[in-house]
């Protein structure tokens, strides 16, 4: 049989160099040119460092320097607070009191507030802000009275209303007045500013008012005028 001839192989260009035929890469890179906005980004860093340099100097050595006079403002802060809290408060305030009671016929009473205040040198009276009484009638009716401010004697049991005074029956009765005297013990109140009554019998308006027997009864004092439902 006959041996094939030899193929040819390429000869290339230009023979590579001691490193590439010993299989080492290339010691050199290409050295590429910066971008414009790569200079711009570095320009901009090498400017705001040489403020902020001199400026955190300038920040430190202040804080080095004013020290001693934050330690003096703390120490006068701490005696000032000493101060206040040794003193004595003009009036207790108490938020949302209740005070239950019952009358002389061991019927119950309640009155709430927003505040309640004590001032003075006499401990029974107190100040009420937002105050309001609940009263129960002997046959389980019960009647409210608020207004806008109040005094209550605690010792006595008496409590001075005045500034939009309303009393709702349990009837659905509804009377507006100014000021309004109650003596919770003896279930009556008063009042001897006009009075504006509306319910079931129509409308009224007076001069003043007067309930006794705990709402049982109630007399409108002075000039009043009636308007009956149903034309009666």
């Known amino acids: 049989m006959d041996t094939p001839p030899p193929i040819p192989l390429p000869v ?4 590579p160099d001691q490193a590439a035929r010993r299989g080492m890469p290339s010691l050199t890179r290409e050295r590429r040119a910066p971008t414009p906005g790569q200079m711009l980004r570095r320009r901009l860093t090498v400017g705001a460092l040489k403020w902020l ?14 020290w001693p006079e934050f330690d003096r403002s703390e120490d006068r802060g701490r005696l000032s607070f000493r101060r206040l809290t040794g003193g004595v408060p003009d009036a207790m305030r108490v938020v949302s009191p209740r005070y239950d009671g019952v009358d002389e016929q061991q019927r119950p009473y309640t009155v709430t507030a927003s505040v309640a205040a004590q001032q003075g040198a006499d401990p029974n009276i ?4 937002a105050p309001r009484a609940d009263i129960t009638l002997s046959g389980g009716e019960w009647i409210m009275l608020e207004s806008d401010d109040g005094r209550f004697y605690r010792n006595t049991n008496i409590l001075d209303l005045w500034g939009r005074v309303t009393l709702f029956h349990d009837n659905g009765t509804t009377m507006l007045t100014e000021r309004a005297h109650v003596e919770l013990n003896a279930g009556s109140a008063e009042g001897d500013a006009p009075v504006a009554a509306q319910g079931p019998f129509g409308t009224l308006v007076s001069e003043g008012f007067r309930l006794t027997e705990r709402g049982a009864v109630v007399v409108f004092t002075g000039r009043a005028r009636t308007v009956l439902e149903g034309g009666r």
């Open 53 to 66: 340099l001199p400026g955190a100097a300038v920040v430190l050595l202040a804080a080095i320097a004013l």
């Open 126 to 129: 107190v100040l009420l802000t």
């Open 12 to 15: 290339p260009d230009r023979l």
